[in-house]
């Protein structure tokens, strides 16, 4: 991994001295209208993200205490299918349908002494959601350009929520059994709510993106705020992402850009609720650091793919973490 860092890093030093400078700034212009950030019309954007975990963490250090719960792991591929439409260069409106595919081995040792090892697949539709864009600064010139945009939307429980509700009825089970003083949750890295396909709840998402170009450099920014609700005795916490940083154009030609950033990414969440009580192995706060490449083709074709290498997990509870990511997305402006 440090590898690919330092590679990217040095390609993009040395292509930065070989592009050519012949009408740098209209291949800009243009790539910033591939992406989106001018166009009005329908546009499709295909959006991959892979996550491995087979970390397992107490407290935020590595766990490698018990060898049962150490055999846990979790890698995940979500793809996207986001199509959307601008009405203008200020308001737009997008959709996103999920379809997730998961790998994992959980074992479990349960609040009754009972003791779970599977390893299986997981996949099908996830969540959909419909988010509203709007565009209170929207600056974009031959040299420079600022762009604001204020998102909001709702999720939709559309996902298969059975493995959760399995977690709900033996935490109901368990309350039973043995009264509203005993934690009703189990002991291990992985649980069902890790891998349901969705949480069966309407959810409110509210963001913010930037995007602020000067000549051959940019910086990008997302804010990102998930509002949780509870439905049918589980609420998962509501969850903050921050991301972005500092870039700049290495290729430059009048049919296509290739661009280099660098990207900090952060992500915390508070303790999920089961049955009215706080979920004691959920909550999270993570650091990601690692670089991003962006290409475009003509003013209507964009592709980037990005490496998320983590720096510090701080987890609660007992937690398989991601020891890497990798995500990516294609954009068609029609």
């Known amino acids: 991994m440090r590898s690919l860092i330092i590679l990217s890093v040095a390609g993009a030093l040395l292509a930065m001295r070989l592009a050519s400078p012949a009408c740098e700034l209209c291949a800009i212009y243009s790539a910033s209208n591939a992406s989106g950030d001018s166009s009005s019309g329908f ?17 935020g250090e590595k766990f490698d205490l018990n060898p049962f719960l150490n055999n846990s792991y979790l890698n995940s591929w979500t793809t996207h299918l986001v199509p ?5 260069s200020r308001f737009g409106i997008s959709a ?6 998961r790998t994992f081995r959980r074992v479990e040792f349960t609040s009754t002494g009972g003791f779970i090892d599977e390893e299986a697949t997981e996949s099908g539709i996830g969540d959909a959601s419909l988010i509203l864009r709007w565009a209170p600064i929207h600056k974009n010139e031959m040299t420079w350009g600022v762009i604001f945009n204020v998102l909001a939307g709702v999720k939709f429980p559309t996902g298969d929520r059975s493995r959760l509700d399995d977690e709900v009825d033996r935490a109901r089970s368990d309350l039973a059994l043995f009264g509203p003083g005993h934690q009703h949750s189990s002991v291990a890295g992985i649980h069902q709510s890790d891998l349901t ?5 309407y959810d409110g998402i509210f963001g913010t993106s930037l995007r602020a170009r000067w000549q ?22 509501d969850y903050f992402i921050a991301s972005g940083g500092p870039g700049g154009y290495i290729w430059l030609n009048d ?12 992500e915390t ?9 706080p979920v004691p192995h959920t909550g999270i706060a993570a650091w990601y650091v690692g670089p991003q ?15 998320d290498l983590p720096v510090h997990i701080f987890n609660r509870g007992l937690m398989v973490v991601p020891d890497y990511r990798v995500h990516g997305g294609l954009t068609f402006n029609f």
């Open 84 to 88: 959307g439409y601008n009405f203008s």
């Open 96 to 101: 996103s349908l999920p379809y997730i595919y």
């Open 269 to 277: 969440s508070g303790s999920d609720e089961l049955i009215g009580q």
């Open 197 to 201: 396909l969705g949480s069966g709840s």
């Open 293 to 307: 490449v962006n290409l475009t083709i003509g003013e209507h074709f964009a592709f980037n793919i990005a490496l």
């Open 216 to 237: 051959r450099f940019f910086f990008n920014n997302q804010l990102q705020y998930y509002l949780k609700t509870e439905a049918d005795g589980y609420e998962y916490a």
């Open 43 to 59: 546009n499709v954007n295909i959006a991959e993200l892979f996550v491995m975990q087979n970390t397992l963490q107490f407290q």
């Open 255 to 266: 049919k296509w850009t290739a661009s280099v950033q660098a990207n900090v990414f952060y």
